[in-house]
C-alpha cells in the first residue's frame, strides 16, 4: 500500500469521527436557542419548573443544575481516597509475591469500569438507597443535624447524598485506572532514591504520590466529568424532585435525569423540549471542560516522568 | 492494488445487499401481500395493542400491526405530521389540534383503564380516602399518617404516628393527569387548575417529603421499599406487584375500591358527555369518566385512545378497517389483564368509524 493511499483511507474516518463532536454541538445549540431566546439567564438562574401544556411553561434549571453539581462533588471527593488507597493496596501493599492476586484484584476493578450503568443503579436502588436510608442518614440526621447538610429528616434513602455515593463508586475505578498507570510511570530511579533516604513507607507513598499529582487531578476531573453525565444510575436512585440540594438528605434532581425523565413527553409541551436540550448542551460543555482539563494535566505527568 | 481490492470488496457487498433484499422480497415471513400498520405512542396501551397486534393475526393473517410506545406525546406529534399509520394516546387530541385535523381523523377509546392510590403502611387494611385527603396529603399539609383528617375516614385503622412519605412520577404522564384531574373535580379549592397536568409542580416536594419515580413501575418500587408511602400506580402494576390498594370516595359519597365492574360503570354514567361520532371534538367531554356520577362508580377511572386517519393511500385503508373493526368486537373479549373492555355502547359508536374509512382520493 503506498504512503499516499494509506493516508487517503485513513483520513476520512477520522475527519468524520472528530467532527461528530462539532456536529453534535452544533445541532445542540441550535435546538437550545429558542429556549435560550425565551428564557435568557432564568434558564440557569430560575429554580422553578412549570408545565403547561399548549403554552411556554415557566422552566429553570437551577435546581438540577444545582444538583448535577453536588452529586458529582460528592462523588468525586468519595472516590478519591477510595482509589488512591487502592492504587497504594496493589502498588505498595501486596507483597512482591502475590503479583497473580494483584492483576486479579486490578482486572476486577477494570471490569467496573465496563460495566453497564444500569446495573449499578438497579443495585443502588435495591440495596444501597433502602441500606444508608436506614442506617447512615438516620445516624446522620439525628447526630449532626446540627450541620446544615444533613438539617432536614430523612425520609427515604432516595436522595442527592445516596446519588452521590452510588457515583463515587461508579467513577472509582476511573480514577484508579489513571492513577495507577501514572504510578506505574514513576522512573524506577525516582523510587530508589526516595528509598534510599531512608523513608518511612508512609513518607515514601507520600512523595510518590506527590508526584503523581497531575494524574490524581486528572483523574477528579475525569471522573467529575463523568459523574456530572450519569443519567440512568441516578436517575433511580435521586428521588427526582424539584428541590434545592440544600440539604444532602432530602431527594432532588440532575440535569441528565431530568432528561431522562422529561423527553418521552417533552413535546406535549411547548418550548420544554428544546429547555432539555440546552440541560444536555451544558452538559457537553462541562464534559468537554472537565475532560480538556483533565487531559492537559495528564499529558504534564507524561512529559514529567 | 489496494484499490482494486476494495473496488472488489464493495461489489461484493452491494452483489449480496441486492440478493439479500431480492430474497427478503421472496420469502417474507409474512403472507405475500401483507399489509403493515405503523403505530406509535401511549405506553400506558402499549401491552394491548401488543397482544392484539399477534392475535389479530389469527382473523385477518396478512394484517401486521407494529406499534411503539413512545408516549402519548411522541404518538400525537407524530399523528399529525402524518408520520405513522395511527398513534396511540391517553388523553385524545386538544380542541385546537381536532380544529386543525377537523373532518380527516377519528378518535376511538380502545380500553378503560384504572388508576390505583396504593400505600404501604404496615396493618392498616381497606385504606379509605377521599380527594380532599389526598389533596392535602400530596400538598404536604398532612404530615402524619394518625392526621385527624385520615383517621376520621378510617375510625377502626390502627394508624401509626409516621411522617407520610409521598410518591408521585417524575416522568410525565397521562396517570398523573387523571390522578390530579379527580383530585380538582373533586377537591376543587385545595387542588387548583394549575396543579392539574401530566407533570404538575408538586407542592409536597417542597418539604423534601415528596419522591419522584419513573414510570409506574419506578413508583410501584418506592411504595414496596418504603414503608409508610402512598402513591399512585395503573391498576394493573398494583395487582401485580400485591400492593394495598386504597378505596376511593367517588361522587356519590361512597368508598369504591379498582375493579372492573366499577370501572365499567363510571364509563357507562360517561357516555352521556361524549360526542356522538368518533370523528367528534372528544377533547371535552373525555374526561367525564373521571370522578364520574352513578352508584358503584371508581372516581379514577380513565379512557385511551386510538387515533387513525379518515384517508389513506391505498390498500392500508382496508387493513385500518379491518383492525378497528376487530377490536371493536373480538378485541374487546382479548382485553389484557389490568385493562378492561369498553361498554357495549361504546363499541357499537366505535364501529361507526369503518365507514368513515377510505381510499384517498377514492
Redesign the interface.
Known amino acids: 500500500m503506498s504512503e499516499a493511499r494509506f493516508k487517503l483511507l485513513v483520513a476520512p474516518p477520522a475527519i468524520v469521527s472528530s467532527a461528530i463532536l462539532v456536529l453534535l454541538f452544533i445541532v445542540l445549540l441550535y435546538y437550545s436557542l429558542p429556549a435560550i431566546r425565551e428564557y435568557g439567564l432564568g434558564l440557569l438562574a430560575s429554580p422553578t419548573w412549570k408545565p403547561v401544556e399548549g403554552a411556554p411553561g415557566e422552566y429553570g434549571l437551577l435546581i438540577p443544575l444545582a444538583g448535577t453539581l453536588v452529586s458529582a462533588v460528592i462523588a468525586v471527593l468519595l472516590a478519591m481516597p477510595l482509589a488512591l488507597a487502592s492504587v497504594v493496596f496493589t502498588e505498595e501493599i501486596l507483597p512482591r509475591g502475590l503479583h497473580r492476586w494483584r492483576e486479579a484484584f486490578v482486572s476486577m476493578i477494570d471490569v467496573m469500569t465496563g460495566l453497564p450503568t444500569i446495573v449499578y443503579g438497579l443495585w443502588g436502588a435495591a440495596v444501597l438507597a433502602p441500606l444508608l436510608g436506614d442506617t447512615l442518614y438516620k445516624w446522620l440526621h439525628s447526630s449532626l443535624s446540627f450541620i446544615p447538610l444533613f438539617s432536614c429528616q430523612p425520609t427515604t434513602g432516595n436522595t442527592i447524598l445516596t446519588a452521590g455515593v452510588l457515583l463515587a463508586i461508579m467513577i472509582t475505578p476511573f480514577i484508579y485506572a489513571v492513577v495507577r498507570e501514572s504510578y506505574r510511570q514513576i522512573p524506577r530511579t525516582y523510587k530508589e532514591a526516595a528509598l534510599s533516604l531512608g523513608t518511612t513507607r508512609y513518607e515514601y507513598v507520600r512523595i510518590m504520590m506527590g508526584m503523581a499529582k497531575p494524574a490524581i487531578l486528572a483523574g477528579a476531573l475525569i471522573g467529575f466529568g463523568r459523574a456530572a453525565g450519569e443519567t440512568v444510575a441516578v436517575a433511580l436512585v435521586v428521588g427526582n424532585t424539584f428541590n434545592m440540594p440544600s440539604c444532602l438528605l432530602a431527594p432532588s434532581y440532575t440535569v441528565s435525569s431530568l432528561i431522562a425523565n422529561q423527553f418521552a413527553n417533552a413535546q406535549l409541551y411547548p418550548l420544554m423540549l428544546n429547555v432539555l436540550v440546552s440541560g444536555g448542551l451544558i452538559l457537553l460543555l462541562i464534559g468537554i471542560a472537565s475532560n480538556i482539563l483533565g487531559i492537559m494535566y495528564l499529558r504534564r505527568v507524561r512529559y514529567v516522568a | ?3 482494486k481490492r476494495l473496488a472488489a470488496l464493495l461489489l461484493l457487498v452491494a452483489a449480496s445487499m441486492a440478493l439479500l433484499s431480492y430474497a427478503g422480497q421472496r420469502w417474507r415471513p409474512e403472507a405475500p401481500d401483507s399489509i403493515v400498520l405503523h403505530g406509535e405512542g401511549s ?1 400506558f396501551l402499549y401491552p394491548q395493542v401488543q397482544a392484539w397486534s399477534e392475535e389479530v393475526r389469527s382473523t385477518y393473517p396478512w394484517l401486521v400491526v407494529n406499534y411503539n410506545p ?5 404518538g ?2 407524530a399523528f399529525i405530521k402524518r408520520v405513522v399509520d395511527f398513534a396511540g394516546s391517553d388523553p385524545p387530541l ?1 380542541g ?1 389540534a381536532w380544529e386543525r385535523l377537523r373532518g380527516k381523523v377519528v378518535q376511538l377509546p380502545v380500553v378503560i383503564g384504572m388508576v390505583a392510590v396504593v400505600y404501604n403502611v404496615p396493618g392498616v387494611d381497606g385504606l379509605r380516602l377521599n380527594a380532599e385527603v389526598l389533596a392535602l396529603i400530596y400538598r404536604g399539609e398532612i404530615e402524619y399518617w394518625d392526621d385527624d383528617a385520615i383517621a376520621r375516614l378510617n375510625p377502626t385503622a390502627n394508624l401509626p404516628h409516621e ?1 407520610i ?1 409521598v410518591v408521585h412520577r ?4 397521562g396517570t398523573t393527569q387523571v390522578f390530579t384531574l379527580y383530585l380538582h373535580k373533586a377537591a376543587p379549592s385545595l387542588w387548583p387548575q ?1 396543579l392539574v ?6 407542592p409536597v ?2 418539604t ?7 414510570g409506574n413501575q ?1 413508583v410501584t ?2 411504595v414496596k ?2 414503608p409508610y ?1 402512598i402513591g399512585y400506580v395503573e391498576y394493573a402494576y398494583a395487582v401485580k406487584e400485591g400492593l394495598s390498594i386504597a378505596l376511593l370516595e367517588n361522587r356519590e359519597g361512597e368508598y369504591v375500591a379498582p375493579s372492573p365492574e366499577a370501572a365499567q360503570e363510571a364509563a357507562r354514567n360517561a357516555l352521556g358527555s361524549l360526542p356522538d361520532s368518533p370523528d367528534g371534538d372528544w377533547s371535552r367531554g373525555f374526561d367525564s369518566v373521571i370522578y364520574a356520577p352513578g352508584r358503584g362508580s371508581y372516581p379514577l377511572t380513565t379512557w385511551s385512545f386510538l387515533l387513525f386517519y379518515k384517508e389513506y393511500p391505498g390498500p392500508e385503508a382496508e387493513a385500518v378497517r379491518a383492525f378497528i373493526g376487530w377490536i371493536n368486537t373480538e378485541g374487546q373479549k382479548r382485553v389484557v389483564e389490568g385493562y378492561v373492555p369498553i361498554p357495549e355502547e361504546l363499541r357499537s359508536l366505535n364501529l361507526k368509524a369503518v365507514e368513515m374509512i377510505g381510499v384517498a382520493g377514492g
Open positions: 492494488m489496494v484499490l405506553s413512545t408516549g402519548s406525546g411522541a400525537q406529534s386538544t385546537e411522617r412519605i417524575s416522568d410525565s404522564s394549575e397536568g401530566k407533570s404538575p409542580d408538586w416536594d417542597y423534601g417529603r415528596g419522591i419522584g419515580g419513573k419506578g418500587e418506592l421499599r418504603n408511602s
